[in-house]
């Protein structure tokens, strides 16, 4: 899994390119977004960016010296599900 350093005082946007995955013609019709662990110190998520087959989200603040999970999920179309997330470092910078 990838990690990211974030400085709790930025707010950075993260995507992920399904274009490699999808069928041709799929396209994504919802995109879910989570942290892991939630709750208490954990990073805000804020607006989704992106469009077709790039979907990503802002994440501002977050506990210095922890690590979160964020996960994106997309739904298809098609019905098809996929996941994928990224280890986000909290450091100051």
Known sequence: MTVYAKDPASVVDYSFDWSGW???????????WSLDPAGGSAPTLGSEVGTGSTRGIYVSGGAAGHRYRLSGKIVTDAGRTAERSVTLHIMER
């Open 22 to 32: 999808l069928s041709g013609g799929e396209s994504i019709s919802t995109v879910s």
